[in-house]
């Protein structure tokens, strides 16, 4: 009789247990499960960095991300309910925050890392040190030609690529560079940061834009083989003859403002619970994943530069 108690106990536990479960409840916690996530192209090398090094340590976890380009990815943010976490350039505007709280959603926005934006040339162009006058009159459109740039040069038309035309970096450009202006004529876009890099190496007098992720990790065989096939620009913020007075996008630089074109990268995370969002981002902002950032040649965002030591 006792016996027959015991088991007659167990199943009914078991059935209050099983019917207290929703179907749809969410089965991922901080380290373990699946999530989907989605990320600008811009930062691909980064993300692909952090995912790799997380999964490897939570080998319950499991990492899907999308990449595509910012108008994209704030579009699946706010558009579908599976998306809880995103790496983009820019945090949400007003209006979709408050698209959000009023599905009674409160984002969590997290700056990760500053990156910058790089400009390259062809390996046959000597105007690989521009002033940021010099910037703004090529985006503006008053110089168009590299003869206009420096009348030295033995090139004639400047062609501007840039990754995407609804990317960060051509956002970026837009609003910092030409306040909000259009783009002249000669500035065109591909459709990854790899094909600027590819356009530029075969084009002498073009000029790509792309993110500096994609050209400071120094130990990515991939980064070495980019940075053959262009040079990156020196930008100085005043007329110089002084070659130290140029700078390029790297973290030194970045660090101490001497670039100027910068910009923060960041997380949005609209999980309402401590799921793989919420580890993977804490992941992300401790000392590990800001070790990547720094290898990755972007700046940490929340572990001081001098104590990240390989």
């Given at each position: 009789m006792i016996k027959f108690k015991s088991t007659y106990?167990?199943?009914?536990?078991?059935?209050?247990?099983?019917?207290?479960?929703n179907a749809n409840s969410p089965t991922d916690t901080a380290t373990s499960g699946s999530i989907h996530i989605v990320a600008d192209d811009a930062f691909k090398p980064l993300v692909d960095a952090e995912i790799k090094v997380f999964t490897s340590l939570y080998k319950d976890a499991h990492v899907q991300v999308k990449y595509e380009t910012e108008d994209s990815v704030f579009k699946d943010l706010l558009a579908s309910d599976s998306v809880r976490f995103a790496v983009a350039a820019r945090k949400l505007t007003k209006d979709e925050e408050e698209y959000f709280h009023s599905r009674t959603y409160y984002p969590e926005q997290v700056k990760i890392a500053t990156d910058a934006m790089a400009l390259i040339v062809n390996n046959d162009n000597p105007d690989s040190l521009l002033t940021m006058d010099k910037v703004k009159a090529i985006f503006n459109g008053q110089d168009s030609t590299w003869k206009d740039v420096d009348s030295r040069s033995k090139l004639d038309k400047i062609s501007v690529v840039f990754d995407h035309e609804n990317s960060s970096n051509s956002r970026y450009i837009r609003d910092s560079i030409i306040h909000g202006k259009k783009f002249p004529a000669y500035c065109f876009a591909v459709h990854t940061n790899e094909q600027v890099i590819e356009y530029v190496n075969k084009n002498p007098g073009a000029?790509?834009?792309?993110?500096a992720n994609w050209i400071s990790d120094n130990y990515d065989s991939t980064v070495m083989r980019f940075l053959k096939q262009v040079r990156v620009v020196g930008i100085s913020k005043k007329e110089s003859t002084n070659v130290n007075d140029y700078f390029q996008p790297y973290l030194a630089y970045l660090k101490v403002g001497d670039y100027s074109l910068s910009r923060g990268v960041y997380v949005i995370k609209r999980e309402a619970r401590t799921g793989l969002g919420s580890g993977f981002l804490a992941f992300i902002t401790a000392d590990k994943g800001q070790r990547i950032v720094f290898r990755a040649g972007l700046l940490p965002a929340t572990v001081p530069t001098e104590i990240i030591k390989y």
């Open positions: 106990l167990l199943l009914f536990a078991a059935l209050v247990v099983g019917c207290g479960q000029m790509g834009v792309i993110s």
